[in-house]
């Protein structure tokens, strides 16, 4: 039992160091996934991304281990060496140089799809027609959108005011003389009563005594009548629409898989020979992969790199990994 229980901690921990061994560098591009810049939800979901593609990584050595790895090499043989085998030197072309030739070219290429992108979205879209929100209604930019709302207001009830004379409906005629709207005057924490008696009769003239209207503090009341607040239930609220992911976040399942490719050639001889199985491999990666997120995490509480990862195209990160992996690949023997 004690030798059991020893073989399955050299296990766990030989998985573990073959894992941040091949994917310490994974901690380059996945540190701009992690940023403070990103709402904590997103921050998570990458987390919980990246493991989840770590540990599919780790199905697929497995499955590899149990007789892909013949299959793949003998595609190998015919395809790329024709043949595979030379009788001079005796040189084959091995599994994890193609392996991370495949990863280093596929991200090669879609960096450059995602630098078609940036360039149409981000250096082609600007200066559109979303540039100007300032007068928008509800804007948070010195409540300029307000003065738009006061003309607007003032303009019609002029117009009320020309059309029915001095026993108009009129805003102006309402309240008796000039009316304004000060930025102070907006305040989230009043409301407006009506008194609502006063348009009992059928025509409403007399509802245009300005004394219909009080402005109160949230009592939320108008000649004995209460109203309730209104309150709004969390199951009222879609949770689809609170939280979506960045364009960048939605990139990373495909980055981390191809990134990590070549892990795949490291975990299957290992699987191979009997130096871990399936299970020591799962802890030991998982356990990895939080290594490494933690690592990253650590990295970006710097507020200042933080902000420089998250300028930082990520086509340009794509691309320096993915030229990294091509130069790994051809420089295999």
Known sequence: ????????????????????????????????????????????????????????????????????????????????????HNEETGHIISTERVLTLFAGFTLFVYAIKLGIEYYYEEILGEGGDDDDDSGVVGNNG?????????????????????????????????VGGDFTIDDTDVDGDNVIDVNIDSFDDEDGMEGRNCDAIEI????????????????????????SKCFCLSDRSRTLPIVAFLGSLDDLTLFVPMLVGKTFGMIELVIGSTVAGTIIVLICLFITKCEMLS???????????????????????????
């Open 307 to 333: 902000n420089f990862l998250q300028k930082i195209p990520l086509a340009a990160i794509v691309a320096i990994f993915s030229v990294f992996l091509l130069i790994k690949g051809f420089i295999m023997e």
């Open 142 to 174: 010195n409540n300029k959108g307000y003065s738009k709302v006061q003309n607007a207001i003032l303009d019609e009830s002029s117009a009320l005011d020309e059309e029915k004379g001095e026993g108009g409906r009129g805003l102006k005629a309402a």
């Open 1 to 84: 039992m004690e030798v059991a229980v020893h073989h399955f901690a050299a296990g766990v921990f030989a998985a573990l160091t073959a894992k941040l061994a091949s994917s310490i560098d994974d901690v380059v591009w996945l540190a701009a996934f992690l940023t403070p810049n990103l709402s904590p939800k997103e921050r998570y979901a990458n987390a919980i991304t990246y493991a989840s593609v770590c540990f599919i990584q780790t199905v697929l050595a497995y499955l590899i281990s149990t007789g892909g790895e013949a299959a793949l090499d003998k595609i190998i043989v015919a395809v790329v060496s024709r043949g595979g």
């Open 216 to 239: 109160a503090s949230s009592t939320g009341t108008a000649r004995g009548k209460t109203f309730e607040p209104l309150e709004i239930e969390d199951d009222d609220i879609d949770a």
